[in-house]
């Protein structure tokens, strides 16, 4: 099992930058694919960005593409998205999730999920 808390979301103006962190416990971090989801207000949550189990391999929604990026650090059991170029229309809730298969966009395939960070966007 393992217990995901995200940090780092907060308002910033259209095209500057937020980093949000997902501290994982559990020793176990490394068996887990991470990903990042959003929900906005009104809306089903959706897919942000997946990555391996190593960090070699990752995923991107077409609407982030070449604007975020996330990482990992098994050392530190931490997962990273770096969010740069925000558009307003990125403001919602974000979650960390831990999963077990790779290239799943569904949220279902994802078994732990963090309480949300809140990032919002303005003109």
């Known amino acids: 099992q393992v217990q995901l808390v995200e940090s780092g979301g907060g308002l910033v103006q259209a095209g500057g930058s937020l980093r949000l962190s997902c501290a994982a416990s559990g020793r176990t971090f490394s068996s887990y694919v991470m990903g990042w989801f959003r929900q906005a207000p009104g809306k089903e949550r959706e897919f942000v960005a997946a990555?391996?189990?190593?960090?070699?391999?990752?995923d991107y929604a077409d609407s982030v593409k070449g604007r975020f990026t996330i990482s990992r650090d098994n050392a530190k059991n931490t997962v990273y998205l770096q969010m740069n170029s925000l558009k307003p229309e990125d403001t919602a809730v974000y979650y960390c999730s831990a999963g077990w298969t790779y290239g799943s966009r569904y949220a279902d395939d994802y078994g732990y999920w963090g309480q949300g960070t809140q990032v919002t966007v303005s003109l």
């Open positions: 990555i391996s189990w190593r960090g070699d391999s990752t």
